[in-house]
């Protein structure tokens, strides 16, 4: 390649990297401005919604326009913003391209004949001509640093954490929640099954002189707009529960005292990960898993794939999907809150898909605290956190496993192999022993001070009769309690296994058995709650009809009974306190 040709293309070069330089360096300038914008601190339109909501605080729906506009608006923010930092590099390399290229092009210049001039001529011309380069590429330069340094330097006012956010408010960063006390659990219904996830309530008083039909005995009833088969939980004043279908998912809250709705809280817009088109089983539904909270928040998970958390006060908190599960009936596995983590079964699929999850959550952020591949197949079960062996226990049962994690790391503590296929019935500890179902085979007790595979060395006890398909049973720590779908229930030695009584109530279940003190309480699918003896008598105490048909499970608080039926939300007898209602602001 000739001289001139070198010279050619090196020209090239320099007109295209300065070109370049110039486009970027607009558009960066211009974006500059359309930043601020943006600003979700300072955006007028997202203003003009929250005064009209100041205005009228009920409008769910002005509520719902508010965070959809604010994510738009985050977006396009942070957009911006990426686009700015992203060209400063493009104008970086464009500058740099410029200056090798343009000092190539200098040294590789051939000189051309020129007419001689005079020397006091030539040397003003050049002292003219060094002043004008030197000018110019001065005034590149500087240029190029103000456009690097507002690429590279360009932030948000928008806080980035809670130090940053009470810097900007003039106070100082709030400690870490600690979540609720023990006593504060054991005062509600936070979730499946109660306090401890095992159906026992705390309290003993329960009314049963109630007649759904003629609303004698009945505080109040609530219409709940979307459907669904999981059960209600209870904080302190309010009462939520989930519902939903193919067009739709919602938590719903509602007023201890007189059933009013407080709020509804819409699940948001999400993009699903690629994966399978949603089937749904009629008798599962799309939300039959129970939402669960931590006194700060209500978290639920649909068959969809999709986990929200609300703040109590409607707001919502944090939301992500999680794709679509592979699940033959359906996905009903239920929440379970410990420790500020949020634990999510998300078994699915066949165990050789590897398809199962594990996931632990930070309550307050939906951050991934840690994850757990299973190959193990889909299941219907509940996980429980139990104190055992001086450590707590994350319980999880899949085909054929029953297996405990470390609730904080999610490492792998001990498991047993000794399940079978369809597992719908979650676990339940008391005493020292753990007892599982194997769906209509068998009732299992486990040790759980092992480590590492237990399967030879800690099964207690296992009973081939009174194994439940659907319902969990629930213990005194003297007995177990078991009710099969087409209503026999059984009566078990907690220590031993041995079957102690059997009684045929005539009605089918699923919902599973609540003990309350020294009875035990079942509602049947066509709405009959029987009260029994919490013994191998298991005499009927008590009998109501609620004149509505029942799938989800009770909920037991401070001599309240919350039943949800097909279409309503009741609530039976009076407590006997009034709960002082708490500010959910946080």
């Given amino acids: 390649m000739t001289g001139a040709e070198i010279q050619r293309h090196l020209g090239w070069v320099v007109i295209v990297a ?150 900007l408010t003039g106070g100082e960063p709030e400690a870490p929640d600690p979540g609720p006390t023990r006593e504060e659990l054991r005062a509600n219904w936070p979730q499946f099954r109660g306090p401890t996830g095992d159906g026992v309530a705390t309290t003993t008083n329960l009314p049963m002189n109630w007649v759904g039909a003629t609303g004698d005995g009945v505080a109040w009833k609530s219409p709940v707009p979307l459907p669904g088969f999981g059960s209600p939980i209870v904080w302190q004043d309010r009462v939520l529960l989930s519902g939903g279908n193919e067009t739709a998912r919602a938590v719903f809250c509602y007023s201890v005292a007189d059933g009013r709705q407080l709020w509804q809280g819409l699940v948001p817009p999400m993009t699903a990960p690629p994966g399978r088109k949603l089937e749904v089983q009629e008798f599962t539904g799309i939300a039959a898993p129970t939402p669960a909270t931590d006194g700060r928040r209500v978290f639920a998970i649909f068959a969809t794939g999709e986990l929200v958390a609300f703040h109590l006060d409607g707001r919502l908190a944090w939301s992500k999907h999680l794709g679509v599960p592979e699940n033959p009936y359906g996905f009903a596995t239920s929440l379970v809150v410990h420790d500020g983590k949020l634990f999510v079964q998300y078994d699915q699929g066949e165990a050789e898909k590897e398809l199962s999850r594990l996931y632990a959550y930070d309550a307050a952020t939906g951050r991934t605290v840690w994850e757990q591949r299973r190959a193990l197949p889909s299941s219907w079960t509940t996980p429980l956190v139990i104190e055992a062996a001086g450590k707590p226990q994350l319980i999880v049962t899949s085909q054929p496993w029953a297996i405990a994690y470390d609730p904080a790391s999610g490492a792998e503590l001990w498991r047993a192999d000794c399940l079978g296929a369809d597992l719908a019935p979650s676990p339940i500890f008391a005493s020292d022993l753990l007892y599982l179902v194997h769906p209509s085979v068998a009732v299992i007790a486990l040790r759980v001070d092992g480590s590492g595979d237990v399967t030879q060395t800690h099964i207690a006890w296992q009973n081939e009769d009174g194994a439940p398909d659907i319902t969990s049973p629930v213990t005194d720590g003297a007995h177990i309690f078991a009710v099969t779908t087409w209503g026999t ?60 048909t029942v799938h989800a499970s009770p909920a037991v608080v401070d001599g309240r009974l919350y039943l949800r039926g097909k279409d309503h939300l009741h609530a039976m007898g009076n407590p006997t306190g009034n709960p002082a209602p708490l500010s959910y602001g946080q």
């Fill in 18 to 167: 300065a070109v370049f330089s110039i486009v970027v360096g607009a558009a960066m300038f211009v974006n500059h401005f359309q930043v601020a914008t943006y600003d979700p601190l300072t955006s007028s339109a997202l203003a003009e919604k929250k005064d009209l909501l100041r205005e009228d605080p009920p409008n769910e729906t002005l509520k719902q326009e508010i965070r959809d506009l604010d994510l738009q608006i985050r977006q396009r923010f942070f957009r911006h913003l990426a686009f700015n930092r992203g060209g400063a590099w493009f104008l970086l390399g464009g500058l740099a391209a410029f200056v090798i290229a343009g000092r190539y092009l200098v040294s590789s210049r051939i000189a051309l004949p020129a007419p001689q001039r005079r020397p006091d001529d030539a040397s003003a011309l050049r002292r003219h001509a060094q002043a004008g380069r030197r000018a110019v590429a001065t005034t590149a330069t500087i240029v190029a640093i103000l456009l690097l340094l507002l690429g590279f330097t360009l932030g948000t006012l928008v806080p980035e954490s809670p130090e940053a956010l009470a810097r």
């Fill in 489 to 548: 229930l059984a009566c078990l030695d907690a220590k031993t296994g041995a079957r102690l009584a059997e009684k045929d109530l005539e009605m089918e279940f699923n919902a599973s058995p609540i003990l309350v003190g020294s009875r035990l309480l079942l509602v049947g699918i066509p709405g009959t709650a029987l009260l029994l003896s919490a013994d191998p008598a298991l005499e009927i105490l008590a009998r109501a009809e609620l004149g509505e």
